[in-house]
């Protein structure tokens, strides 16, 4: 099993629909989560940290799923804009140590 | 702040050169990463350093990869020599802590020839 996976898409929506991604990981210890959004030949950016409780910012939410390891967003109300690849991140050392490992992403396209 | 610097932004030599990569961490950050992107592998880590000292280099290919943080402002990934297999973005980010999100710079497209 990766360490970190993920569908990489692409997934092809029209605006104002739902779309949902989702990111498995292989350490049941892993402590931090986080999903970038990276434009075609731009850095990553971080879009938003996944909390246990989940995360929530405007259209967007990140859920934990730690019994069946893995992560999720959630896209509401997509925008052109929108279209990007999503890459999560987990720290595969557990707690607060080590680097994160991302996945391969999943790429959005938002049709009009 | 200025975020995270990285030079030059797009470097094309040939197969045997020397290649150095350059990047200035965000003030205050004590955890410098690089990472290299593929379409084949995605985005992989090759070494990263905390408080400017190397904690994991497990990452980097062979040794023709080095990397050095000689203050807390910078860091340098050199190859020696280049192959047409390093092509790739490589890309530096810095973090507070490895908890939290890093940063990452605009990042340097090699192209080995």
């Known amino acids: 099993r990766k360490e970190v996976e993920q569908d990489p898409g692409p997934f092809n929506v029209p605006e104002g629909a739902t779309v949902a991604f989702n990111c498995t990981y292989s350490?049941?210890?892993?402590?931090?989560f986080f999903w970038y959004r990276q434009d075609c030949r731009k850095e990553p950016k971080l879009l938003m940290s996944?909390?246990?409780s989940g995360n929530e910012d405007g259209r967007f939410t990140a859920q934990l799923n730690r019994a069946s390891q893995y992560i999720s967003l959630l896209i509401r109300d997509s925008k052109l804009s929108d279209s990007a690849t999503y890459l999560c991140?987990?720290?595969?050392?557990?707690?607060?140590?080590?680097?994160?490992?991302f996945g391969k992403g999943t790429k959005l396209s938002v049709k009009p | 702040d200025a975020g995270v610097i990285q030079s030059p932004r797009h470097e094309v030599t040939e197969m045997g050169q020397e290649v150095t990569l350059r990047c200035k961490p965000i003030?205050?950050?004590?955890?410098l990463f690089w990472y290299r992107q593929t379409m084949m592998r995605g985005l992989e880590l090759l070494i990263y350093?905390?408080?400017?000292?190397?904690?994991?280099d497990s990452g980097m290919p062979e040794d023709r990869f080095s990397a050095k943080m000689p203050n807390a402002s910078f860091s340098t990934l050199k190859i020696q020599p280049s192959e047409p297999r390093d092509s790739a973005v490589y890309f530096c980010?810095?973090?507070?802590?490895?908890?939290?999100?890093?940063?990452f710079g605009s990042g340097t497209r090699l192209t080995v020839v």
């Open positions: 980010a810095s973090s507070l802590k490895p908890g939290f999100g890093y940063t």
């Open positions: 350490n049941s210890a892993s402590q931090s």
């Open positions: 996944v909390y246990s």
């Open positions: 991140a987990v720290n595969m050392k557990g707690g607060s140590q080590g680097n994160l490992i």
């Open positions: 003030s205050g950050h004590d955890y």
């Open positions: 350093f905390n408080n400017n000292v190397p904690i994991d």
